[in-house]
């Protein structure tokens, strides 16, 4: 079956502007979690959505957010970006149970100038 | 707080065996992933523990002790596409569900 997919893959934005993030989840997943990638904070948590509900939310400001849709593809809004907002993005889903491993899209790669 | 410790870099042969360590102190603990990222690609499963002991897969074993808040990744037989960082994830109760903590990565070179 497929698996997850990220858009756009490569995105370049300002200090300032908004961007919004993508992720369809594989067929059947009802959990998407979004992760930030930096090399010097490696991966960290930023929220996880299920049937349509944030679960839970990690330590970010309120700058991002998020939301699910009723076929659980997802999206991820950062506004008034910052550099330090450059960063790997990647979504991940899973059946969401504890216990179940998370697979992983391959990313968005977003660079703020 | 949540802290995952593992070391930055480890270097091994090829064919050769590699124990990459884990210490985590999290406000409460569910189980303990393992994941694999090569270079530029998504993390990708390797193992989970929710028990003490050992889990065998394959080349790759991975071990938990809860008690002494630790695990290790270990790898045998060792092959050049194992270069690789290996990410340590522990996920804890928060409401209902659970949050995942990671760990920075290990990077894995592996030399001929």
């Known amino acids: 079956k497929a698996g997850v997919t990220q858009t756009p893959r490569y995105l370049i934005k300002t200090r300032g502007q908004q961007v919004t993030l993508s992720c369809s989840p594989i067929s059947g997943h009802r959990s998407v979690s979004w992760y930030q990638q930096t090399p010097g904070q490696g991966l960290q948590f930023l929220f996880e959505?299920?049937?349509?509900?944030?679960?839970n939310k990690g330590n970010f400001p309120g700058r991002f957010s998020g939301r699910q849709f009723s076929n659980s593809r997802s999206e991820m809004n950062v506004s008034t970006l910052e550099l330090g907002d450059s960063a790997l993005y990647l979504c991940a889903s899973s059946l969401g149970q504890e216990n179940n491993e998370q697979f992983f899209g391959p990313g968005t790669r977003l660079t703020v100038l | 707080g949540q802290n995952i410790d593992q070391p930055t870099e480890m270097t091994a042969t090829e064919g050769a065996i590699v124990q990459i360590n884990c210490t985590y102190q999290?406000?409460?603990?569910?189980?303990l992933f393992w994941y694999q990222q090569h270079a530029g690609e998504a993390p990708t499963f390797l193992s989970y523990?929710?028990?003490?002991g050992l889990e065998e897969k394959g080349r790759f074993s991975s071990f938990l002790s809860r008690s002494k808040g630790y695990s290790y990744l270990l790898l045998k037989e060792l092959q050049m596409k194992d270069s690789a960082s290996y990410l340590c994830a522990v996920t804890s109760p928060s409401g209902g569900s659970y949050i995942p903590t990671f760990g920075r990565g290990t990077s894995l070179i592996v030399h001929p």
């Open positions: 999290t406000s409460g603990f569910n189980g």
């Open positions: 523990n929710v028990l003490d």
């Open positions: 959505y299920f049937s349509e509900t944030q679960r």
